[in-house]
């Protein structure tokens, strides 16, 4: 029997014996420390294979996460968290490891650094991020002294910490990839700095910088260093300087630009397609330079093209968005931002009220920074007002061809509705162009023996309903937008439908042409 020892208050040691617990405790901790190795080597092999199998540092963020496998990933993850309990040289638990580094942490300046070599034995180059962050940097040009000044004084890695300890609320150690709690940690540290965040694709070519083997989770600390080199590389991204037009900008010197106000008051509008053309602000737009770019919404609005080059010719434009500004304008600071969404929100404002389809947010950008100084992402009234007006110069300005025009039936608009109609008219209609779902069902309705006349009848009598119904929501206000040279989004659906008729029409006849010809080929050789 193996002798007792008594320590302390009440603690029981045994020394070792040949059937002792203590040494039934020793070789079970050695089986546990066995297993996990066997554990970690299992995982090394399965991410040699998924490395091996195309998980490349420039490929996809999530293709290098699903390269894995869901077996990979577990036991990737497996490992790492038996790798964490003791990865450090002093056997410290990661989040402990990660607390003392920030509670000791002397940041190096921002200025002067282009580089910086991180614990983990990351060594990130920010200027090797220059144009991947140039849109992030943009940005957050009026907040780069805030930046600047959170990383130095410290305050980004204890915030840091202190967003990555809700993430990490088991005190794992470490995020994962692959889940997206890794670039949720990172651009909720962003957001609550006052940052705009970069986006996922962005996140990860830093990343990979901290990941060279590609595991798909980070330790805690590496966590906050991937924060700080993202930020640091934001920082090294500065906005190109703009390129001077000496010949159309106005002379150095110039008193300052007028109000919105004062400058509608004497607005005269150069015509469209007039080549350049300078702005109150000092910005100068070439039209042609956005005509590949904004083509799919010119397209989309090719019905108004007419009303809106009038609309921007006589200053109708204009007011209307001097009104909409105001409106948009809801906290009196007499501007709007771009990163808040306040100027994106404004355009697509006034693409709404004139009944267009507005531009979406990539195609918007590259005009606003004509307009952006790049210390600020905001622009004033009249700065709103000028970009408004490129925007639709910009779309309304490319020459579409003249589109192909088809077959109307005038003869199926003088036709009485049949009962069938009289029942349809009273079930919701759709205010939207017609759909490819649409032409299905009539198409549909042709091939179970309806008549195509009788198809016709509903088709017209629906977009006849359909008119009158949003002729009598449309507001009064509205009505200044020249009616008489466009068609509401009704007027095109009739005219669709019409379209579609025809062609239905057309389609059956031939079917009809055909079946009457394969059946006199029967006859005739049943005849011989």
């Given at each position: 029997m193996a002798a007792r020892k008594e320590h302390g208050a009440g603690h029981v040691s045994e020394q070792p014996g040949p059937c002792s617990q203590?040494?039934?405790?020793?070789?079970?901790?050695?089986?546990?420390?066995?297993?996990?190795?066997?554990?970690?080597?299992?995982?090394?092999?399965?991410?040699?294979?998924?490395?091996?199998?195309?998980?490349?540092?420039?490929?996809?963020?999530?293709?290098?996460?699903?390269?894995?496998?869901?077996?990979?990933?577990?036991?990737?993850?497996?490992?790492?968290?038996?790798?964490?309990?003791?990865?450090?040289?002093?056997?410290?638990?990661?989040?402990?490891?990660?607390?003392?580094?920030?509670?000791?942490?002397?940041?190096?300046?921002?200025?002067?650094?282009?580089?910086?070599?991180?614990?983990?034995?990351?060594?990130?180059?920010?200027?090797?991020?220059?144009?991947?962050?140039?849109?992030?940097?943009?940005?957050?040009?009026?907040?780069?002294?805030?930046?600047?000044?959170?990383?130095?004084?410290?305050?980004?890695?204890?915030?840091?910490?202190?967003?990555?300890?809700?993430f990490d609320s088991e005190r794992r150690g470490y995020l994962a990839w692959g889940q997206g709690t890794l670039r949720d940690f990172v651009e909720a540290v962003f957001r609550q700095s006052g940052l705009a965040p970069p986006d996922e694709g962005q996140i990860y070519q830093v990343y990979t910088r901290f990941d060279r083997a590609r595991r798909m989770v980070l330790e805690a600390r590496d966590c906050l260093c991937l924060v700080d080199a993202l930020l640091r590389s934001v920082l090294a991204a500065e906005p190109p300087p703009r390129s001077p037009e000496p010949a159309l900008r106005a002379p150095a010197g110039r008193a300052p630009p007028p109000s919105a106000e004062q400058w509608l008051a004497g607005y005269r509008a150069p015509p469209i397609g007039g080549g350049a053309v300078a702005y109150p602000t000092g910005a100068v737009i070439h039209v042609e330079e956005f005509e590949d770019l904004l083509l799919p919404v010119a397209m989309a609005n090719a019905a108004r093209q007419a009303v809106m080059i009038k609309a921007l010719e006589s200053g109708d434009l204009l007011r209307l968005a001097l009104q909409a500004f105001r409106v948009s304008d809801w906290d009196l600071q007499g501007s709007l931002d771009w990163c808040s969404g306040g100027i994106q929100d404004f355009v697509v404002t006034i693409f709404n009220q004139w009944g267009l389809n507005p531009p979406d947010e990539v195609q918007m950008h590259p005009l606003f920074m004509k307009f952006c100084d790049g210390q600020s992402t905001s622009l004033d009234a009249l700065g709103c007002l000028c970009l408004v007006d490129a925007v639709f110069r910009a779309v309304f300005a490319i020459e579409l061809p003249a589109p192909r025009r088809r077959q109307s039936l005038p003869a199926l608009q003088d036709r009485a509705p049949s009962r069938e109609c009289s029942a349809r008219t009273s079930k919701p209609r759709r205010a939207s162009g017609l759909s490819s779902e649409d032409s299905t069902h009539w198409r549909r309705r042709a091939s179970h023996g309806v008549p195509p006349v009788a198809v016709a009848e509903v088709a017209v009598e629906e977009a006849d309903v359909e008119m009158e119904e949003q002729e009598a929501l449309e507001p009064v206000e509205d009505s200044f937008i020249y009616p008489e040279q466009s068609l509401s989004p009704a007027e095109l659906r009739r005219a669709n439908l019409e379209a579609q008729i025809a062609e239905l029409i057309e389609a059956q006849q031939q079917l009809q042409q055909m079946q009457t010809k394969a059946l006199q080929q029967q006859q005739q050789q049943q005849q011989q």
């Open positions: 203590a040494a039934i405790e020793a070789a079970v901790r050695a089986a546990a420390v066995d297993a996990a190795r066997a554990v970690s080597a299992e995982a090394s092999i399965s991410r040699t294979s998924a490395t091996t199998h195309g998980a490349s540092a420039t490929g996809s963020p999530r293709r290098a996460a699903s390269c894995l496998g869901a077996t990979g990933v577990a036991s990737c993850s497996a490992s790492f968290e038996a790798e964490a309990a003791g990865s450090s040289s002093s056997g410290q638990h990661p989040m402990v490891l990660a607390e003392q580094w920030v509670a000791s942490y002397v940041a190096p300046p921002t200025s002067g650094m282009s580089s910086i070599a991180y614990p983990s034995g990351a060594c990130v180059v920010f200027t090797d991020f220059a144009a991947l962050l140039a849109p992030v940097s943009v940005a957050n040009a009026a907040q780069r002294g805030k930046a600047v000044q959170a990383i130095e004084s410290g305050d980004l890695m204890r915030l840091a910490l202190w967003t990555y300890q809700t």
